[in-house]
């Protein structure tokens, strides 16, 4: 628990957003699958991609971290061993979806397992698909909850059409359509980040890629030898985006925010609801681009996030309802179902939590409904073990008329362990 009790004032200075969350899981599990050595750079330290390590440290990859510095010593697929012990995902729902395509095509038997909101995520969205290609997977409820058993080998190619817009998905299948006969092609209702595809493409997988379907051929090996910097975290950086905007008079730089089109759906909804955003230090030339950010105060107006634009920030979505309270009209944020099944149910617990700081925000099947502009008082909000709950609530905390106190706090630790030191920074 914690008491939120910042003077209020205007957020001002830098900060060096930490690493890319999705993208250090890759780093280290398609380092792990590699042939050689690969480093990594501005790894990020959060919990999930802490468990992402000691996951392929069990199924025997050496691999040393020195805080954000990362090195992989890769033997290819034939280097992943059995392991003796559990493989324990944590709270990170990337860990458990794209190692159960990865183990799906190891010729050896795995059990995973994570925490109690791992234990509530669906897992037969990827368990269908696998088994489809020949994987033999069990677990809670015919294999859609952990613990999940995999005796993997043997996979064929699939065409696969996901009913949902998932990386996730996306990624797990593809892992295994690398490990299996023939080619596999996943084909998605709209563009999900696509951070496999390209560090795939850097490890020198050949992937065809044409809009919403990618393909790539079976029985080919990752090489390594491979320097990967990891750009910060839009998802994180997000925060303090959103800050800048509606805390009065402020001016925050976030440094190396990565700018990768399939994760930026919140740069469009901060610009189009009024905030002034500058661009600084463009880099273009590597597999993921950055950039630096300023955003200064700015008034906002309502807006609709809707359709395509969903995957792009789906993880945004707690902090962009913040930011709706703080803008003038009603903003509907539909098309979102998906928010349902994230590390907490984020339609109720968003909505719960703004509401208990007196916010104008209804939940719909599909999303929320924020009527603002509304003055937000104090109370006790909870992040439920979500760490982009608990990150909304502090932000909102700035704003708020009265004391803050967030119970549960320690959950941001999953993907931003110095969020406070950075908050206090800005606050000087
Ligand atoms: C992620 C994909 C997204 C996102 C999650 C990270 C990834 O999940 O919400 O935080 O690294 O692939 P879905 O694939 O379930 O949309």
Same mark, same amino acid.
């Given at each position: 628990?914690?008491?939120?009790?910042?003077?209020?004032?205007?957020?001002?200075?830098?900060?060096?957003?930490?690493?890319?969350?999705?993208?250090?899981?890759?780093?280290?599990?398609?380092?792990?699958?590699?042939?050689?050595?690969?480093?990594?750079?501005? /790894?990020?330290?959060?919990?999930?991609?802490?468990?992402?390590?000691?996951?392929?440290?069990?199924?025997?990859?050496?691999?040393?971290?020195?805080? +954000?510095?990362?090195?992989?010593?890769?033997?290819?697929? @034939?280097?992943?061993?059995?392991?003796?012990?559990?493989? %324990?995902?944590?709270?990170?729902?990337?860990?458990?979806? *794209?190692?159960?395509?990865?183990?799906? !095509? =190891?010729?050896?038997?795995?059990?995973?397992?994570?925490?109690?909101?791992?234990?509530?995520?669906?897992?037969?969205?990827?368990?269908?698909?696998?088994?489809?290609?020949?994987?033999?997977?069990?677990?809670?409820?015919?294999?859609?909850?952990?613990?999940?058993?995999?005796?993997?080998?043997?996979?064929?190619?699939?065409?696969?059409?996901?009913?949902?817009?998932?990386?996730? #998905?996306?990624?797990?299948?593809?892992?295994?359509?690398?490990?299996?006969?023939?080619?596999?092609?996943?084909?998605?209702?709209?563009?999900?980040?696509?951070?496999?595809?390209?560090?795939?493409?850097?490890?020198? #997988?050949?992937?065809?890629?044409?809009?919403?379907?990618?393909?790539?051929?079976?029985?080919?090996?990752?090489?390594?030898?491979?320097?990967?910097? $990891?750009?910060?975290?839009?998802?994180?950086?997000?925060? /303090?985006? $959103?800050?800048?905007?509606?805390?009065?008079?402020?001016? $925050?730089?976030?440094?190396?925010?990565?700018? %990768?089109?399939?994760?930026?759906?919140?740069?469009?909804?901060?610009?189009?609801?009024?905030?002034?955003? +500058?661009?600084?230090?463009? $880099? @273009?030339?590597?597999?993921?681009?950055?950039?630096?950010?300023?955003?200064?105060?700015?008034?906002?107006?309502?807006?609709?996030?809707? !359709? @395509?634009?969903?995957?792009?920030?789906?993880?945004?979505?707690?902090?962009?309802?913040?930011?709706?309270?703080?803008?003038?009209?009603?903003?509907?944020?539909?098309?979102?179902?998906? *928010?349902?099944?994230?590390?907490?149910?984020?339609?109720?617990?968003?909505?719960?939590? =703004?509401?208990?700081?007196?916010?104008?925000?209804?939940?719909?099947?599909?999303?929320?409904?924020?009527?603002?502009?509304?003055?937000?008082?104090?109370?006790?909000?909870?992040?439920?073990?979500?760490?982009?709950?608990?990150?909304?609530?502090?932000?909102?905390? *700035?704003?708020?008329?009265?004391?803050?106190?967030?119970? %549960?706090?320690?959950?941001? %630790?999953?993907?931003?362990?110095?969020?406070?030191?950075?908050? @206090?920074?800005?606050?000087?």
């Amino acid at each position: 628990m914690r008491k939120l009790s910042y003077k209020k004032s205007r957020l001002n200075g830098a900060i060096n957003i930490p690493g890319d969350k999705s993208i250090s899981h890759r780093a280290v599990m398609f380092g792990s699958m590699a042939r050689g050595k690969t480093t990594v750079e501005n /790894f990020l330290p959060g919990e999930d991609c802490l468990s992402t390590i000691s996951c392929f440290e069990k199924l025997g990859v050496q691999i040393e971290r020195s805080e +954000t510095a990362v090195t992989v010593y890769g033997k290819g697929f @034939e280097g992943l061993k059995e392991s003796s012990d559990i493989l %324990n995902v944590g709270n990170s729902g990337t860990t458990a979806r *794209l190692m159960m395509g990865i183990l799906s !095509g =190891l010729p050896f038997h795995s059990v995973l397992i994570g925490d109690e909101s791992i234990a509530k995520r669906p897992m037969k969205r990827v368990t269908g698909p696998l088994r489809d290609m020949g994987a033999r997977i069990q677990g809670n409820q015919d294999g859609n909850f952990t613990p999940i058993s995999i005796q993997g080998g043997d996979l064929s190619g699939i065409n696969y059409a996901s009913p949902v817009a998932s990386a996730q #998905v996306k990624s797990a299948i593809l892992l295994a359509g690398l490990q299996a006969k023939g080619s596999t092609t996943v084909q998605e209702p709209f563009k999900s980040r696509d951070h496999t595809e390209r560090m795939l493409r850097a490890f020198g #997988v050949d992937i065809e890629i044409d809009g919403c379907n990618v393909k790539l051929e079976g029985g080919q090996s990752l090489t390594a030898d491979l320097h990967i910097v $990891v750009p910060g975290d839009i998802s994180s950086a997000a925060f /303090f985006l $959103v800050a800048g905007a509606i805390v009065p008079d402020s001016k $925050v730089t976030l440094k190396r925010v990565g700018l %990768n089109p399939t994760r930026t759906g919140i740069l469009e909804v901060l610009k189009e609801m009024g905030a002034s955003l +500058t661009y600084t230090n463009v $880099v @273009e030339d590597g597999p993921e681009p950055y950039a630096d950010i300023t955003v200064v105060a700015s008034s906002l107006k309502a807006v609709e996030v809707s !359709g @395509e634009i969903i995957p792009r920030l789906i993880d945004e979505i707690p902090i962009i309802a913040l930011m709706a309270t703080q803008a003038e009209g009603t903003t509907v944020i539909k098309d979102a179902q998906e *928010l349902k099944v994230k590390e907490t149910n984020r339609i109720d617990t968003v909505v719960n939590e =703004l509401k208990k700081l007196g916010a104008k925000i209804t939940a719909t099947d599909d999303g929320m409904i924020i009527e603002g502009k509304t003055k937000l008082t104090g109370g006790q909000l909870d992040s439920y073990g979500d760490h982009r709950i608990g990150m909304m609530g502090a932000i909102a905390s *700035l704003i708020a008329e009265d004391e803050t106190i967030l119970v %549960n706090d320690e959950a941001i %630790n999953v993907s931003y362990p110095n969020f406070f030191e950075h908050l @206090e920074s800005l606050l000087g």
